[in-house]
C-alpha cells in the first residue's frame, strides 16, 4: 500500500522501504570511493603514470556506455530487487581480486577486476531511480529522489575523504575490506526491502530489439521526456571544464595541492545543495519543473564563467560552489522529471539511457578540454564552455516554450496517487 498524502519529510521518515534503499546507496557508494582511493594510489606507485592512473575512470565508466542495449531491458524485465542483491553479492569476488592482485603487485589484475565491478555497477546503479516511483507517493517522490542524487555527492565527499584516510592508517587491505563489507550491507538491506521495485511483470527474456524499438517509440511520442534528455547532453556535453579545477588553483590561484582540494570541495557542496534547492524552487508543477531545470544549467556555466573571471582562491571557491549548486539541481530535476513522465515497465531502459547519455557525453567532454586548453588556455576554455552551457539553456528553454510544456502538478504517465 503506497504511503498516504502526507508532507513529504513525514512521510519519508515513516516510510522503512525508502529508508532501507537510501542506506543501501549510501553504504555502496561509500565502499567505491573507498576502493576508488585505493586503486588509484597502487596503480600510480607501480606504474608512475598519470595515463594509467586516467585509464581508471575510463574503465570505470565505458561498461555503462557499451553494454546500455543490454542492461536497459535486464532492468525492466528482471526482478529489479534480486537483480541488485545479486549485483552487490557478486561485487565482493572482484573485491577479493584486488586484495590479491595488489598483495601480488599485479596492475594488469586490478584493472580486470575493476572492470568486473564497473559492469556490476552498471547493471545495478540505475535500479534505485528506476524502482523509487514504486516504493514512495507521488508527492514525495521529488524529495526522495533529491535525498538519493545527494547521495553520490556526499559519497565522494565522505567516501572518498575517509578513504584516504583509512589507506593512510591501516593500508589498502583495511579499505578493501571496508568496500566489501559495504556491499554486504546494501545486499542485505535490500532484501529487506518488502514492497516490490516493479509494477510491471518480470519475464526473465531479454528482446534487446524490439525492447530498444519501444525504448525509442516512448521518446518520439513523449516531448517533455525527449526535452530532458536533451537537457542532460547539454550539462554532460560542458561538464569537461570541471577537469580544469586544479589548474585554476596551481596556475591561476597558485595555492599548490590545497587549493586544488579546496575547489573540489566547494564542488562537492554546491553538487550536494543543488538537488535541494532545485527541489524548492521546482516544487510539484512539470512546468515549472523544466524551466528551473533549464535555468540551473545555465547557472552551471555563470559559474564557471565567473570561475574564469577570478583572482583568488576565495573566488574561485564561490564560483565553484555556483556552477554546482546548477549542475546538482539540473540533474536531480532532469531525472525526477523523467521518473515522473515514465511508465515502469520501460523506466529502467529510460534510466540506463540517461546514465549511459551522461557517462558517454561526458567523457567526450572531458576528453575535448585538453586539447581546447592547449590552444586557448585554461581561461579561454572555461570561457567557451560556460558560454556554451549558458547558450545551450537559453535555446533549449526558448524551444520548450514553443513546444509547451506540460500544466499542472503530479504525475501523469506512472498511475501513481497525486496530493
Known amino acids: 500500500m503506497l504511503p498516504s498524502c502526507r508532507p513529504s519529510s513525514v512521510s519519508l521518515r515513516r516510510n522503512a522501504d525508502f529508508r532501507r534503499l537510501l542506506c543501501a546507496c549510501a553504504f555502496s557508494l561509500t565502499g567505491d570511493w573507498f576502493a576508488f582511493v585505493a586503486l588509484s594510489g597502487f596503480v600510480y606507485h607501480h606504474t608512475g603514470s598519470a595515463g594509467w592512473t586516467a585509464l581508471l575512470f575510463a574503465i570505470n565508466s565505458l561498461p555503462g556506455v557499451l553494454l546500455f542495449p543490454l542492461i536497459g531491458p535486464m532492468t525492466d524485465r528482471f526482478d529489479r530487487r534480486r537483480l541488485r542483491v545479486a549485483c552487490d553479492l557478486g561485487a565482493v569476488v572482484p573485491v577479493i581480486g584486488l586484495l590479491v592482485a595488489f598483495h601480488a603487485g599485479s596492475v594488469a589484475a586490478a584493472l580486470g577486476c575493476l572492470a568486473v565491478l564497473s559492469v556490476l555497477a552498471a547493471v545495478s546503479g540505475p535500479i534505485p531511480e528506476t524502482a523509487l516511483p514504486n516504493l514512495v507517493a507521488a508527492r514525495d517522490l521529488p ?36 568496500d566489501a563489507a559495504s556491499f554486504v550491507v546494501s545486499a542485505l538491506l535490500v532484501a529487506r526491502i518488502e514492497r516490490p521495485l516493479s509494477s510491471a511483470v518480470a519475464t526473465g527474456r531479454l528482446r534487446v530489439r524490439a525492447d ?3 525504448l525509442w517509440r516512448f521518446l518520439r511520442s513523449t516531448p517533455v521526456a525527449s526535452a530532458l534528455l536533451w537537457l ?3 550539462l554532460r556535453l560542458s561538464y569537461g571544464m570541471v577537469g580544469l579545477l586544479p589548474l585554476f588553483a596551481l596556475d591561476r590561484f597558485h595555492t599548490g595541492d590545497a587549493g586544488t582540494g579546496a575547489l573540489y570541495l566547494a564542488q562537492g557542496l554546491g553538487a550536494v545543495l543543488g538537488p535541494f534547492a532545485g527541489r524548492l524552487l521546482a516544487g510539484h508543477s512539470h512546468r515549472r519543473r523544466l524551466y528551473v531545470a533549464g535555468a540551473a544549467l545555465a547557472v552551471f556555466g555563470l559559474g564557471y564563467l565567473l570561475l574564469a573571471h577570478s583572482t583568488g582562491l576565495g573566488q574561485g571557491m564561490a564560483a565553484a ?17 523523467l521518473q515522473l513522465t515514465t511508465p515502469d515497465h520501460l523506466r529502467g ?25 592547449a590552444t586557448v ?13 549558458v547558450a545551450y539553456a537559453i535555446g533549449w528553454s526558448v524551444v520548450v516554450s514553443v513546444t509547451g510544456p506540460p500544466r499542472g502538478r503530479g504525475r501523469r504517465l506512472t498511475g501513481l496517487p497525486t496530493c
Open 232 to 234: 542532460t547532453a547539454g
Open 377 to 389: 588556455g585554461t581561461t579561454g576554455t572555461t570561457l567557451l564552455l560556460g558560454a556554451f552551457a
Open 212 to 214: 530498444a524499438a519501444e
Open 321 to 337: 560552489v555556483l556552477g554546482h549548486v546548477g549542475v546538482g539541481a539540473c540533474a536531480i530535476l532532469a531525472l525526477n522529471g
Open 349 to 373: 531502459r529510460v534510466m540506463v539511457l540517461v546514465f549511459s547519455l551522461s557517462a558517454g557525453l561526458q567523457g567526450v567532454s572531458t576528453l575535448a578540454v585538453a586539447p581546447m586548453a
Open 143 to 178: 524529495l526522495a529522489q533529491t535525498l538519493i542524487g545527494s547521495l553520490y555527492s556526499a559519497g565522494l565527499l565522505v567516501g572518498a575523504g575517509l578513504g584516504g584516510v583509512v589507506t593512510a592508517a591501516w593500508g589498502t587491505s583495511a579499505t578493501l575490506l571496508v
